[in-house]
């Protein structure tokens, strides 16, 4: 009879293990049982099942560790600025040669943010990011030009000139650079053409040099040297000349940095210019670099049988007489280091400019090095919008995260006091509270951010941000918890610990907030997701973290104006992304822990 009895118990007991875990056969093992009695491994099953919460979660580790990583493997320059990049599209198509060009390649120029090729067979290939304006684009090659003999690119615009000697230019002539001068029309002994930062310019046969374009700029000062110049180098501050005896002269009237040409090089027999810096070849292979000195830019100075060279924007590469080929200065995308397949490979001509690089083999094809574009875009500083997304994320989901920390502690010392004291205090507590909640939270920011904000530094502002999130916004926060406090107070575990003597101070904070730690953290979670909004917001409205330090609040404040709206989409599709795939994932989450924290939402 016993034993029969102990069969029935036993067999009601799996039916009710069964009954809750959804199978009323299967008897439920030693572990199982555990799971069952413990709370917490309840909500993490509970959670766990929840597709759409495991999704988020996800989603969020990716992003949390993709602005956790980035931005310690990849520093941000906050000074950095490069209006050569500015605007520049998506994608990686910078150096991408056609391929009906591979194989036939005569020459190539390198404008800022694209490049043009000429065939053998006189034919003009436009390849990058070759859109100037909405209206302006670079491949809009002319008709009718013949067979082309030589191409120049400038920054946003091209010159070509055919078999004939006639000449035509096409892209941004907003300064004139492609309104050929009525002088030219009649030269027939063009050496060679030139085109340079809103600028354009021919060396004759017979030394003469003309120039046109944006001559407030270059401020062109050929004086006593015109009809004695062998070649030019332009930079988008001015001139280089080379004469015919081998001296290299400044043919602008402005002082700049590469004016002060050193004394004692030698004849020279080849020239270049950086954004900051000139570079001579002297006659027994030499070179010779000056100006403004930067990171690795004067490393050429020891190179030995140099017999050609050229210069891009922050790097020059040089062509050795044994057929190397070598590239020094900046690194920033790469434009200064030579892959090894090219000193392996017949090499016949290289061609450099702003941060590419092409050396043409034999057989006429090409092989790049350099930037091949971003992936995300730049802005109109020409920065890199991903780094900014990455650097700006870190700096969002800080500022959120420690400001909701700040929240969250209030909130539990005042909650966890008023909950369980009551009466005159709780009354206290919750009136400060309300006074609190009733502050207009934005109004109040911004006012306060407008105030103090311009009187400290960077640093001091972020901090302050932290502080007026997590000052202003801890009645949410201590509602809820005292009212989990005075759920808590009455009972069993609490009254045995008073009976014992135990602090009032252990009994709330060691006994009664343990109990009730899942709900503040779905708290602590949504409301993380609110203080990223808030910071954005206020960083969006100019209120917040301010430029050059990103955040992605104020990345979408620079693009605001409808130009950027509609050409540039990506400086705000991006940022919103990135912001509203965080808030998304943190909010679904939050939901998934409240479902898994609370039984009843499981059952509705």
């Not at 800022?112 to 670079?138: M, R």
């Not at 929240?407 to 009136?431: A, E, H, P």
């Not at 899942?518 to 949504?526: K, P, W």
Request: aromatic share 8%; proline share 3%.
């Amino acid at each position: 009879m016993s034993k029969e009895n102990n069969k029935k118990s036993k067999r009601s007991h799996v039916s009710l293990l069964g009954l809750l875990f959804g199978n009323r056969n299967k008897q439920l093992s030693f572990l199982e049982e555990e799971q069952l009695q413990s709370p917490i491994r309840t909500i993490i099953k509970n959670f766990v099942a929840n597709k759409v919460a495991m999704t988020s979660l996800f989603m969020f580790i990716f992003i949390f560790l993709g602005v956790l990583i980035y931005p310690a493997v990849n520093k941000i320059d906050l000074s950095y600025q490069e209006q050569t990049q500015q605007n520049v599209s998506p994608g990686f198509n910078m150096m991408k040669v056609p391929k009906k060009l591979q194989g036939n390649i005569k020459e190539i120029s390198i404008g800022a943010t694209f490049s043009v090729g000429l065939s053998n067979d006189g034919e003009v290939f436009v390849w990058g990011k070759s859109k100037i304006t909405s209206v302006i684009d670079v491949k809009n090659i002319p008709d009718n030009m013949g067979n082309v003999v030589q191409i120049a690119a400038g920054a946003d615009h091209v010159l070509a000139m055919n078999d004939k000697g006639e000449l035509f230019a096409w892209g941004n002539s907003r300064n004139k650079q492609c309104a050929i001068p009525d002088n030219l029309k009649q030269v027939t002994n063009i050496k060679r053409i030139y085109s340079g930062y809103q600028c354009s310019a021919v060396v004759t046969e017979d030394g003469m040099v003309y120039f046109w374009g944006n001559t407030g700029i270059m401020d062109f000062k050929i004086g006593d040297y015109q009809g004695q110049i062998d070649k030019i180098a332009i930079n988008s501050q001015g001139v280089l000349g080379l004469t015919k005896d081998g001296q290299v002269v400044s043919l602008t009237a402005n002082e700049l940095a590469f004016s002060r040409i050193p004394e004692g090089m030698g004849k020279a027999v080849d020239i270049a210019l950086t954004a900051q810096t000139g570079a001579a070849v002297t006659e027994d292979g030499k070179v010779y670099v000056w100006g403004n000195k930067s990171k690795n830019i004067h490393d050429g100075e020891t190179l030995e049988g140099v017999v050609a060279i050229q210069g891009g924007r922050f790097h020059y590469t040089a062509t050795l007489a044994n057929g190397d080929i070598v590239s020094w200065g900046q690194e920033a995308f790469g434009q200064a280091k030579v892959p090894s397949k090219v000193n392996k490979a017949n090499i016949s001509a290289v061609y450099t400019g702003y941060y590419q690089n092409y050396a043409i083999t034999e057989k006429g094809n090409a092989i790049t090095w350099g930037l091949k574009g971003y992936i995300l875009g730049t802005d109109n500083y020409g920065r890199d919008v991903l780094s900014r997304i990455m650097h700006g994320g870190r700096m969002t989901m800080s500022i959120g995260a420690i400001a909701i920390i700040i929240s969250i502690t209030i909130g539990i010392i005042v909650g966890g006091v008023s909950g369980y004291f009551g009466g005159k205090i709780d009354m206290i507590l919750m009136r400060i509270a309300e006074i609190v909640y009733a502050l207009p939270f934005l109004p109040f920011a911004m006012t306060l951010s407008a105030i103090i904000g311009n009187r400290i530094s960077e640093t001091q502002r972020i901090a302050l941000i932290m502080v007026i999130l997590g000052l202003l916004s801890w009645p949410g926060d201590a509602r809820l918890v005292r009212a989990q406090v005075l759920a808590e107070r009455n009972k069993e575990f609490v009254t045995a610990a008073r009976a014992v003597g135990v602090k009032q101070k252990s009994i709330i904070f060691r006994h009664i907030i343990p109990n009730v730690v899942s709900v503040i953290i779905v708290s602590a979670t949504l409301g993380f997701a609110s203080a990223m909004l808030t910071e954005s917001g206020l960083s969006f409205l100019g209120f917040g973290v301010r430029e050059p330090r990103p955040t992605w609040g104020n990345m979408l404040n620079g693009a605001q104006s409808s130009t950027v709206i509609l050409q540039y989409w990506w400086r705000w599709v991006f940022p919103s992304i990135a912001l509203g795939l965080a808030t998304i994932s943190i909010n679904l989450i939050g939901d998934g822990l409240r479902d898994a924290v609370d039984p009843k939402a499981n059952e509705r």
